[in-house]
């Protein structure tokens, strides 16, 4: 069992930047990819970026890939996402999830977040 927090979401304007905590508990966060992924109102969620277990491979989507990082501390049992150049597109309630494998596919994710709300203001 896993148990996921975020933290960090809040309001910016355009052209600023975020960066997003995703603290895990247990002593198994290593064994598991991380995910983030968004949901804007009235749209369905949405993969943002993926990162294998001892973060050798990263994935993202296109709409993010140059302004968004992400990274993990397996160390302090936390996956980061740091979000440079928002838009308000990015508008969204960010969640992190945890899996076995790094992947765009939500359905492969095991443990999630509650979620955290970011808001760009245009």
């Known amino acids: 069992q896993v148990q996921l927090v975020e933290s960090g979401g809040g309001l910016v304007q355009a052209g600023g930047s975020l960066r997003l905590s995703c603290a895990a508990s247990?002593?198994?966060?290593?064994?598991?990819?991380m995910g983030w992924f968004r949901q804007a109102p009235g749209k369905e969620r949405e993969f943002v970026t993926a990162i294998s277990t001892y973060g050798g491979d990263t994935y993202y989507a296109d709409s993010v890939k140059g302004r968004f990082t992400i990274f993990r501390d397996n160390v302090k049992n936390t996956v980061y996402l740091q979000m440079n150049s928002l838009k308000p597109e990015d508008t969204a309630v960010y969640y992190c999830?945890?899996?076995?494998?790094?992947?765009?596919?939500?359905?492969?994710?095991?443990?999630w977040g509650q979620g955290t709300q970011v808001t760009v203001s245009s």
């Open positions: 247990g002593r198994t966060f290593s064994r598991y990819a």
């Open positions: 999830a945890a899996g076995g494998t790094a992947s765009r596919a939500s359905r492969l994710y095991d443990y």
